[in-house]
């Protein structure tokens, strides 16, 4: 009994670290292009659109005030950092694709249903955030009258995450996308250039406002200046919060929750990587392209949210309108409209991307047998998923019409983190495993060379180097590669260091005071966890590197990984406990459908793994 229960375990075991095989690839693939650095940042670059008409007002009036730049300096920081280790996990497989599909092949299924699960809700949310801001800026325009009308249809005494009113605009605007991706509506290069280059031009227009009409008195505000703007405003509940004034009212905890708000932002890494596996000296060109890319991201960021906070004072800036009102704000009404126009025209195109890209997503999880094979429908005539398209129209109109903007960006932030620390671990792991073949005909050679040894038996098997004293395997392994067991200690060791940087993250962000002043238990428990994660950490650095060739690696592991996963997590424990709540609902939820569903109905490897939505390279989801 004992002896079959094991073998149940182990079987199962293996079903959730099966990997999906890849299809050699074709001559006619194989690029033949040598790009430079330049190449690859003019390839790779994308203006934030969307992004900052969403981020910058709700960011800076409530969360970080002026302080919003330092927030974007440190969110480009950890950016730039986070962006090395998706480099490295993009250049082990030979293919362009999503980071579902990336995590398939490299960790395994359960770790990929996770990712993907995760994806589809911050494309949701990211869904529901651009119609949300389509919504009021279109409102704007004609005077408030949707939400005047609207406004009072629920109860005073809803949950603060809810909206005070169903977005029907909202609603509709999801309807209508929905429509036009039905009828086979997909991207198209030329309006990518175009929408790109008219939100250079309005942006370059904002910061320039900024130093004709801003005002250094802006980053300097008192208690006294927000009692005078309180006693000119007929509404004072528009008004936001003053904090302590000055330019970081919020304090240090605006800041960092302020850098951890923006983390859902695309930078056209896929695309960099992708493309920088063709250049002379990928080692050099990739992390140089990153690092360009997130500095003219920042510069926009910062530049635009420098702009605003100088024109209008924190506290008066519209949380979900900010730049059109602005202009209004500072007398030029004619720009307020002018920008307000290209902004519905922008938003417009990133939600038929990030709808497009959900769907996707949807349809290659189902065809590869995670989720309902009825959802990996193809309608034939035009060629879409549309089963994928409705059930994503379904979830993102719910969340637009149902939950406030502000805690849409902070759930949609919290996903973001959640997936570039899954990102992070998997290059800690996989960088100390043995050889592993990605392609479906390498392995189906292998399992023939194999197969006389297993039915022959000729010998024993015999242990792997260094089993007879575990502990010196852990700190003096006796191998130079890795090994299966190697592999095996970093893997038990990576997991212990998660859970030690979770409960570090949470004494650092709870009890901060505590920890910093003296207090002898909470400054004894910080000391201990830093301890230990020194030792795992050493312990990890002992484990021999696996050598094989890569188009990028990641420097000084494992420390840099170690670092990464606590800022991502650090930074995730800034959320608030409702948006943890629901996070965790959405993944007990996921969870409930792989065990399910998912792991009964994926193929055991002997499938074509070549569907036609899997092996998208995903548009970017602004």
Not at 72 to 84: A, D, E, P, Q
Not at 108 to 122: D, E, K, P, R
Not at 253 to 270: D, H, K, Q, T, V
Not at 539 to 563: D, E, G
């Amino acid at each position: 009994m004992s002896g079959m229960l094991g073998q149940r375990v182990g079987q199962f075991g293996e079903k959730l670290v099966r990997k999906r095989p890849l299809e050699p690839r074709e001559e006619s693939e194989i690029p033949t292009l040598h790009p430079n650095i330049l190449n690859l940042v003019l390839f790779g670059v994308n203006t934030p659109k969307a992004r900052i008409y969403i981020l910058a007002g709700a960011m800076a009036v409530s969360v970080a005030g002026p302080a919003i730049i330092i927030s974007f300096l440190v969110f480009g920081l950890f950016s730039l950092l986070s962006g090395f280790f998706f480099g490295e996990l993009v250049a082990r497989v030979p293919r362009s694709g999503s980071v579902y599909l990336y995590s398939y092949v490299t960790m395994g299924q359960l770790h990929a249903f996770i990712t993907g699960w995760n994806l589809i809700l911050h494309l949701g949310i990211a869904t529901a955030c651009v119609t949300r801001a389509w919504s009021y800026t279109f409102d704007s325009l004609i005077g408030n009258h949707i939400s005047q009308v609207l406004e009072g249809t629920f109860s005073e005494h809803v949950p603060s995450f809810l909206s005070p009113y169903p977005d029907i605009v909202a609603l509709v605007l999801v309807l209508v996308m929905t429509g036009l991706l039905i009828l086979g509506v997909h991207d198209s290069a030329l309006v990518s250039k175009v929408s790109e280059g008219v939100n250079v031009l309005v942006l370059s227009f904002m910061i320039l406002s900024g130093f004709i009409k801003g005002d250094l008195h802006n980053w300097q505000l008192t208690e006294q200046d927000y009692k005078l703007a309180a006693s000119g405003s007929n509404d004072t509940s528009s008004l936001g919060p003053l904090g302590s004034g000055g330019f970081v009212p919020f304090g240090f905890e605006g800041i960092l929750r302020g850098a951890a708000m923006p983390f859902y932002s695309y930078f056209g890494l896929n695309a960099i990587i992708t493309t920088g596996r063709e250049t002379p000296n990928p080692q050099r060109s990739i992390p140089w392209s990153i690092g360009i890319i997130i500095s003219i991201c920042f510069l926009a960021y910062s530049g635009v949210s420098a702009a605003l906070t100088l024109m209008v004072p924190y506290y008066q800036i519209h949380p979900y309108n900010p730049l059109p009102q602005a202009f209004h704000h500072v007398g030029w009404a004619p720009a307020g409209y002018f920008v307000a126009v290209v902004i519905l025209c922008a938003l417009f195109y990133s939600l038929l991307l990030v709808m497009l890209t959900m769907s996707q997503l949807i349809c290659a999880m189902a065809e590869d047998g995670l989720l309902f094979q009825g959802l990996g429908q193809i309608y034939a005539r035009r060629g879409t998923p549309l089963v994928a398209v409705l059930v994503s129209a379904i979830l993102s109109g719910i969340l637009a019409v149902l939950f406030e903007i502000f805690h849409l960006v902070e759930l949609l932030s919290v996903g973001a983190l959640f997936v570039y620390f899954l990102v992070t671990f998997s290059v800690l792991v996989l960088r100390y495993q043995p050889d592993q073949s990605f392609s479906k005909k390498e392995k189906v050679e292998e399992e023939i060379e194999m197969e006389p040894i297993v039915e022959g038996n000729p010998s024993p098997s015999v242990p792997e180097a260094g089993t007879s004293n575990p502990l010196k395997s852990l700190c003096n392994p006796i191998s130079t590669t890795p090994t299966l067991k190697s592999g095996q200690i970093v893997y038990g060791c990576a997991f212990l260091l998660v859970l030690l940087l979770t409960i570090l993250s949470l004494l650092l962000a709870l009890w901060p005071s505590r920890v910093f002043s003296g207090d002898p238990g909470f400054t004894a428990g910080a000391v201990l966890l830093l301890l230990l994660i020194a030792g795992i950490t050493a312990i990890i650095w002992r484990q021999p590197q696996n050598p094989s060739p890569l188009p990028f690696r990641v420097p000084a592991l494992p420390v840099l990984p170690v670092l990464s996963i606590f800022v991502n997590v650090y930074l995730m424990m800034q959320m608030s406990s409702v948006t943890w709540a629901q996070c965790g609902i959405w993944n007990a939820l996921g969870l409930a459908t792989y065990f399910g569903y998912g792991i009964r109905h994926s193929p055991e490897g002997k499938r074509d793994p070549q569907p036609p939505a899997s092996s998208l390279q995903l548009p970017d989801p602004s």
